[in-house]
């Protein structure tokens, strides 16, 4: 009887591990979605720093009584800029948006708003992201949909544009609103 050595079992081996965590990923909930220990919780403080010359992001905004929205943007983020006209017309549609400009330099975020139109009823300056830490975001843009108390009800992450948008951030949205 022939002896197999292990260095033939090995690969074999290795590409059926391969196999079970792409299988136990492609089977999970939600394969696009970043998972948020936020939904369900209150929401984090925001800075209260404003950008200059927008009104700043108090408590009470996080709160408003109604649905709000929570996006974090940056100036030199092509993304948001892609999402833009899409904010402005929520803007006037109605729906409170809060933006929290982050890791950004202040005269490029208040350039962006004066040449693209401004979508937000207060503006957090976040230059280090520290805020971005404490929502947990991880790159601009996303945007966070909050019920009339301040609870975190959905995280997307990515620009409001596209099928991703209306297949997912849209639905929630229409949820939050209805309830």
């Known amino acids: 009887m022939a002896k197999v050595s292990p260095l033939m079992i090995a690969p074999p081996l290795i590409f059926a591990g391969f196999v079970a965590l ?30 200059p010359g927008y009104p700043a992001v108090t408590p009470e905004d996080l709160r408003r009584g109604e649905v709000t929205l929570v996006n974090f943007w940056a100036s030199w983020c092509p993304p948001c ?6 904010l402005l017309e929520m803007q006037a549609e ?8 982050f890791k950004d330099q202040e005269g490029a975020a208040t350039s962006y708003l004066a040449d693209d139109g401004n979508p937000f009823a207060a503006v957090a300056f976040d230059p280090r992201g520290r805020t971005a830490i404490d929502w947990g975001v991880t790159a601009p843009p996303e945007t966070f949909i909050l019920d009339a108390e301040g609870t975190v009800l959905f995280r997307f992450a990515g620009p409001l544009v596209g099928s991703d948008y209306e297949q997912r ?8 609103l209805r309830n």
Not at 35 to 49: D, F, I, K, N
């Open 81 to 86: 800029h892609a999402e833009h006209p899409r």
């Open 169 to 176: 951030f849209l639905p929630a949205l229409e949820d939050a």
């Open 22 to 51: 792409a299988a136990v990923g492609m089977f999970r909930d939600d394969p696009e979605g970043l998972p948020s220990t936020l939904v369900g919780q209150p929401a984090p403080p925001v800075t209260e720093v404003a950008l």
């Open 94 to 101: 109605g729906i409170p948006l809060i933006g929290v400009n």
